[in-house]
Structure formats: C-alpha cells, structure tokens
C-alpha cells in the first residue's frame, strides 16, 4: 500500500481480535460437539487418552502426550490431587451471565437440586469454550455487603454467571463461603482457583 507524505513515520502493524475466537462445531450444533472440552490439547482433534496422572489434560495419542509434558508437568503437579467442584450453568436473560445450580464434590459427594436446573432456554446457545480441555484460573467474588451471592469469571470475560445463596443448599453455600474466608483474598471476598470445562453447560472449579 503506498503511503501518503504525512505517513513516512509510521510503523506496520496488525490488530488481534480481543475477544476469545470461537470454532463452529461440524454440525453446528454447540450440543454435539462439546466445544473442545474432550479435544487434544496439541492439535484440538479427538482425544482417545487422558494424562494418568491429573486425568484433566487430553490428547489425541501418546506421542502428543510425550510432546506436551515438560510444559504440562508444572501444571499437573498443581492438580493432580485436587478436588472438584461441578457447576452446571444455565443462561439468564435479563442480566446476561449465566446463572448455576451446584454439586459439590468433597471427600463425599454433597448434591444440590435445584428449581434452576429447569430454567434452560430452548434457543440459548451455550458460550463459549475458549479453553477447550485445557485447565484455566477463574476468580470468584462474593457480594460483599450480603455474601448472598457469587460471581464466577475467567480472565478474559469469556464465561462469566453467578451462583445466588438462594439457590443452593445450606450445606452447599456454606462450604463455599468457607473456602472463601479460608483462602480468599481481602478477608474472604474473592479467590482464584483452577477451572476446567466439563462439557457446554459445565463448569468445574478446583475445591
């Protein structure tokens, strides 16, 4: 491109897109295809196996397994004992994030029926998985005049819903809003922990 005489001292540069890019699945049906989160973590197709010792990171073979530990082994040290937490999300219109209902998975499995279970939209697409099967630090933030309720985002706004005390069990925000108070920063207010995606409408925080 030629440049005009009030350009002479500009530089070349490119623009990169500041949000997650996402992939369609092949039937574009968001459903189907999971997004990524049963995907390789070298070359996103298939995985056919799971690294033995975290059983989070997938891959599409043994020499993709081999390839990827020096830079997974940091990682998988950090959760290879961990605790999960399952959050199955749904989409809240008004407000636009993603409300949840919760499984807490200790030691023994406390469960959480929740009337927000129902509450899933026929044409809501799930968001977007812009981490496919790889781990990733999300931060929760409770409400700090109430600590009524949760908000839970990764680094990039790329899944963002909250989790209202009204909707859990008392067992269940209770031991969430411990683990805040024992962990979090600025008196128990927010903590960030690795996250995974489970599957579309699955989110599992490290406990």
């Given at each position: 491109m030629r440049r005009e005489s009030h350009e002479e001292d500009f530089v070349e540069s490119f623009l990169l897109p500041i949000g997650?890019?996402?992939?369609?699945?092949?039937?574009?049906?968001?459903?189907v295809a999971e997004m990524g989160v049963n995907a390789c973590a070298i070359c996103s197709k298939p995985s056919t196996t799971v690294c033995g010792a975290c059983q989070?990171?997938?891959y599409c073979g043994s020499e993709h397994s081999k390839q990827n530990w020096r830079s997974h082994k940091p990682l998988?040290?950090?959760?290879s004992k961990a605790h999960w937490t399952i959050l199955p999300f749904t989409t809240s219109p008004p407000s636009g994030l993603f409300q949840?209902?919760?499984?807490?998975?200790?030691n023994s499995p406390v469960q959480l029926h929740s009337p927000m279970d129902t509450i899933r939209h026929s044409t809501?697409?799930?968001p977007p998985n812009a981490h496919g099967s790889q781990p990733f630090i999300i931060k929760l933030q409770i409400d700090v005049a109430s600590r009524s309720s949760l908000l839970v985002y990764d680094q990039m706004r790329s899944l963002q819903f909250q989790v209202f005390r009204r909707d859990c069990s008392p067992a269940l925000w209770e031991a969430l809003d411990q683990t805040l108070?024992?962990?979090?920063?600025?008196?128990?207010?927010?903590l960030f922990v690795w996250a995974?995606?489970?599957?579309?409408?699955?989110?599992?925080?490290?406990s």
């Open positions: 997650p890019l996402e992939s369609a699945p092949v039937d574009g049906t968001p459903e989070v990171v997938r998988c040290k950090q959760i949840s209902s919760i499984s807490l998975n200790h809501g697409a799930p108070m024992a962990h979090g920063l600025l008196g128990g207010l927010k995974r995606r489970k599957s579309n409408w699955e989110l599992s925080p490290r």
